[in-house]
């Protein structure tokens, strides 16, 4: 069943497959966020025809490429740092995959940053939107912010090299990186700083989706 009848380029999310899918993840498919998943798919719809947020337009890959695969941080970031109050997402286009965690985890403050100014007001309108009290947007170079946050994401915003040198002043002690990535790099794990070791790199699993993805869980040496 789909969410509501579809105007052109609008995009309509199967709830079905939306609830099958955050379930599989082992994320509760509440009727709270089932109906915010299907707003944002909505509102990213309506604003790709302007703006070009993203490449991907169908139904189906909006479902699996965008919404599913950044839920499936959730879990592992629930794990990983399981009393963290802020996360930073670098780089977050349309709000990936800032938007979903700010959906699946209330409690946690998230700033979504882009350089492009565009992308950061329509995450700063999803924000408003859909009644995201903790979320918020930055239209700023990630190196020139300023602030200390418990984990640092991004999905697919750079190499792991630039990434962490681009934030590392963003770090705290007991901080932690967290990148999305397609398949495990063994030249950009090559490229870190001696200060960054790698703590481990998780496969995850995005339903509907078969392609590589993989969590690589970074700190500074001498951290937790």
Not at 120 to 148: K, M, P, S, T, Y
Request: include cysteine.
């Amino acid at each position: 069943m789909k969410v509501r009848m579809r105007r052109q380029n609008d995009v309509a999310v199967d709830i079905e497959a939306l609830c099958a899918g955050l379930e599989a993840l082992g994320l509760e498919a509440s009727e709270r966020t089932v109906q915010l998943f299907a707003r944002y798919a909505e509102l990213l719809g309506k604003w790709n025809r302007v703006y070009n947020l993203t490449a991907i337009r169908s139904d189906a890959e909006i479902l699996t490429h965008h919404l599913l695969d950044s839920a499936s941080l959730v879990p592992q970031l629930k794990a990983i740092a399981p009393t963290a109050g802020s996360v930073l997402d670098v780089g977050s286009g349309g709000g990936l995959p800032a938007v979903p965690i700010a959906i699946l985890c209330p409690e946690i403050r998230v700033l979504a940053v882009d350089a492009v100014g565009k992308k950061a007001a329509f995450i700063q309108q999803v924000a408003i939107d859909l009644g995201l009290r903790n979320l918020r947007a930055e239209h700023v170079r990630v190196e020139e912010l300023e602030g200390e946050f418990d984990v640092v994401t991004s999905r697919a915003f750079a190499s792991l090299g630039d990434f962490t040198q681009l934030t590392h002043h963003l770090l705290g002690k007991q901080s932690v990186w967290l990148a999305m990535k397609g398949v495990q790099s063994s030249v950009e794990e090559s490229e870190l700083a001696e200060q960054i070791r790698i703590e481990r790199v998780i496969e995850l699993t995005v339903p509907g989706l078969n392609e590589e993805r993989h969590l690589y869980v970074m700190r500074l040496t001498g951290s937790e």
